[in-house]
Every structure is written in C-alpha cells, then in structure tokens.
Nanobody
Framework: QVQLVESGGGLVQAGGSLRLSCAAS????????MGWFRQAPGKEREFVAA????????YYADSVKGRFSISRDTAKKTVYLQMNSLKPEDTAVYYC?????????????????WGQGTQVTVSS
C-alpha cells in the first residue's frame, strides 16, 4: 500500500504561479510513473502531468504544456508540479496519482492510488 501526501495548493491571481508537492511512502515501484490529475466542479477528473522515476521522462496534457513543469526528487520520493501562467480554467482540485499503470495519456482508471487532493483556485 502506498500513501500520498500533497501540499502547496491555494488561491492565486491569473498569471501567477504555484508549486504542488506530493510525497510517497510505503510500497513504491520504480518502474511506474507518478503524476497529477485534476478535477474541476462538474467535470471529470483529467490527466495533467506525469514523470517516470528512473529516467525522469515527462508527459503533459496539451492544456498545460509550456506552463506546467513536473519534476521529482528520488531520494525524498517526492514529485513537484510547478504551475506558471495560471489561468482561471486551471481552477480545480489537484490529485497526486501513483502508480500510474499506463503511459501516454492515462485516465483515472489507470491509477492505483490517489492523494487526498489540494485545491487550486485562480482568480481572474
């Protein structure tokens, strides 16, 4: 069983930045990526970004490419999501996801464990 603890959400104005963190503990698997999904009110949970532990390969949703950056600290088993140039449409609860069992553009069914979620609100 893996535990995921997130931090770093909050309220920011459009154009601003936030950084989310997610620390994993318990049973972890080096060969599965870790990443982030988000869910806005009334919408389905969607993939945001993911990173592989071994080589640091990154994957992004088209909607965040060029604005968000995912990174990891393997010693701390922690993944970070740096969010720049935030837009009101980025407002959502952001969930840490691990392990992600399928590469490419995963869906929620591809995720084995979730964090508790952290609210990100971008005001216009």
């Amino acid at each position: 069983q893996v535990q995921l603890v997130e931090s770093g959400g909050g309220l920011v104005q459009a154009g601003g930045s936030l950084r989310l963190s997610c620390a994993a503990s318990g049973r972890t698997f080096n060969w599965y990526p870790m990443g982030w999904f988000r869910q806005a009110p009334g919408k389905e949970r969607e993939f945001v970004a993911a990173i592989t532990w071994s080589y640091g390969n990154t994957y992004y949703a088209d909607s965040v490419k060029g604005r968000f950056s995912i990174s990891r600290d393997t010693a701390k088993k922690t993944v970070y999501l740096q969010m720049n140039s935030l837009k009101p449409e980025d407002t959502a609860v952001y969930y840490c996801a691990y392990p992600i069992l399928r590469a490419g553009t995963p869906v929620p069914a591809d995720v084995a464990s979730w964090g508790q979620g952290t609210q990100v609100t971008v005001s216009s």
